[in-house]
């Protein structure tokens, strides 16, 4: 993984320094509110419905054992325990205290860690497929390509201050795991006839209360361009965004009112003329340089067909290891290894319920030693709020599960129902319309039978506290939203959502349901989509191909009779 250099750890410092004088000034009252709300985002910092909220960001989602040991100490010295892993791979501390988020940052500042661009109108994390450089199916490996767009984004100047955020995604593979249709620009690592490796372009997607799928702007980009390309898009962002009504400002508005194809033209033009074979252009060496910091590991050597045999009846003899197995772990591309997905979704844990993305400063403490000892010291967030491990050898499979269920992280429960994408809502966020920890826990509580949630397939639950939409359910099989009537939530349900390779939004089903009816209502949902499912001897069709196929008017008739 990339180590800071001495330019980069300067700057950090620097900029530790810097929020440290600010936050003290505004301490004193030397500061007004509105001068420090904008330098306060510039380092990850909110002010939510109870106490601040410092986001720190976790570039696509790489994170050393030793950078996670800190985040448990800092959590355990400055917050309650735990924290919170985001959908754009961040983890996120609910309870510091304004005046030592200058420490927090300092002490992170120590392990090549910062808050900086996690929120604010800027260039944000740039997040990518948590399988990157293991994948079967993989072009390229985006991570070195994300790593430029990082350099390159970070303390940009003319991009320091657009008229909304953005967010980039990159991905490696057809098959996408990083929403990088719902992100303001996504980049698909292409080949083209002669070999040569380019990205398609998509601008404009987001969700939010004007969710959008991005449009493509470029079919072949090659890739000594991505930056000069990347920088005439924000350009012409910059020029042409809105900035006087927040809610219209994103890129997406933008695209959406010109069309995709104008807009390409304007990027094309402004491409043309001011960055295209200039400084922006990469070179074989830059290329180079980026790919060393993502060097493969020391695999071992491993006799396949032992290893294989010995699973088997490990699987055989076991059937909690056999489903875990099964939905917790993916093929990767050298043989006798697999990545494993550890489950941030534990759901009911002795009668308490654990909220999706939480883990906590045992945890964290517990998974860095594990990391070292199974996956060379390094895990991987992913869009879905889990955590993986992407090397382990299949002759340790078995004994990493047996720790990892000590934890509560092993549950087997990856891509089904109960591995919900949930905001932190109403409990939490200042801006959230309603609760989404209480209506998760009802769900499992619905739902806790995981041979019925494997014979309900693969289905994506996101649950949002509000129309931000930062659990992203407008592309869940299943979305629920959290709305606010007369000071009582309620729950607005939509169906055949996808964030994958041919994402949709999904379509409201009807008026919102009461906070008491939300898991019976997805169980009556179920239950029409079990009694229409087309059914063969080889393929079980899918909740997302019945919606497909039928639409939502079987499920609304059952739901509103």
Not at 127 to 141: C, K, L, R, S, V
Request: net charge negative.
């Amino acid at each position: 993984m990339y180590q800071y250099n001495y330019a980069d750890q300067a700057l950090v410092e620097e900029r530790v320094a810097q929020f440290r004088d600010q936050t003290q000034r505004f301490l004193k009252g030397e500061l007004p509110e509105e001068q420090f709300l904008p330098l306060r985002l510039q380092n990850g910092l909110y002010i939510q419905r109870y106490a601040p909220m410092l986001r720190i960001a976790i570039p696509y989602g790489l994170l050393a054992s030793y950078q996670l040991r800190k985040l448990a100490e800092i959590t355990r010295k400055y917050d309650k325990g735990y924290g919170h892993f985001t959908t754009r791979t961040n983890i996120q501390l609910n309870w510091p205290k304004l005046e030592d988020v200058p420490d927090i940052l300092a002490e992170l500042a120590t392990v090549q860690m910062h808050a900086i661009q996690t929120s604010g109108n800027c260039i944000r994390n740039t997040t990518t497929d948590p399988y990157a450089g293991i994948h079967q199916a993989e072009i390229a490996d985006p991570r070195p390509y994300c790593e430029i767009i990082r350099q390159w984004s970070t303390f940009h100047p003319e991009f320091a201050f657009l008229p909304r955020k953005f967010k980039i995604a990159v991905i490696g593979t057809e098959n996408d795991r990083a929403a990088t249709q719902v992100h303001d620009v996504g980049l698909h690592v292409k080949t083209n006839d002669a070999g040569e490796i380019g990205f398609e372009v998509i601008v404009g997607g987001g969700l939010g209360r004007t969710p959008v799928i991005g449009k493509v702007i470029n079919e072949f980009l090659p890739r000594e361009h991505l930056l000069s390309y990347l920088d005439a898009i924000l350009r012409v962002y910059n020029l042409h965004g809105r900035r006087d009504n927040k809610y219209k400002a994103r890129i997406k508005i933008l695209v959406e009112s010109m069309g995709g194809r104008e807009f390409a033209k304007l990027v094309d033009a402004e491409w043309q003329a001011h960055t295209k074979d200039g400084a922006l252009t990469l070179t074989a060496d830059n290329f180079a340089t980026a790919s060393s910091f993502f060097s493969a590991p020391d695999y071992v050597a491993i006799d396949a067909l032992q290893v294989q045999s010995e699973l088997q009846k490990l699987l055989s003899e076991n059937k909690d290891f056999s489903n875990w197995y099964t939905q917790n772990t993916v093929a990767h591309k050298i043989g006798g290894y697999r990545a494993v997905v550890i489950s941030l979704k534990a759901g009911l844990v002795d009668g308490r319920y654990v909220p999706s993305g939480d883990v906590s400063d045992t945890q964290m403490d517990t998974l860095a030693d594990l990391s070292d000892q199974y996956s060379f010291g390094e895990l991987r967030g992913t869009y879905q709020q889990n955590l993986v491990f992407a090397d382990v050898q299949v002759s340790h499979l078995y004994e990493l599960w047996q720790q990892l269920d000590k934890l509560h992280l092993a549950r087997a429960n990856i891509n089904t129902l109960t591995d919900m994408i949930v905001c932190p809502g109403w409990d939490y966020c200042s801006l959230a319309n309603a609760t989404t920890h209480n209506i998760a826990e009802q769900i499992e509580k619905q739902f806790n039978d995981l041979d019925y949630l494997y014979d309900l397939g693969d289905i994506r639950l996101n649950m949002s506290g509000c129309m931000n939409a930062c659990a992203h359910h407008h592309v869940g099989d299943i979305g629920i939203l959290g709305v606010d009537k007369k000071g009582e939530h309620w729950y607005q349900i939509s169906l055949g959502g996808n964030s994958s390779d041919d994402a949709k939004l999904g379509k409201i089903l009807g008026k919102a349901v009461p906070a008491s009816d939300v898991a019976s209502t997805l169980q009556t949902i179920l239950d029409v989509y079990l009694e229409i499912r087309a059914n063969s001897d080889n393929e079980v069709e899918g909740f997302g191909e019945v919606i497909n196929r039928v639409g939502i008017a079987p499920f609304k008739e059952k739901v509103y009779g």
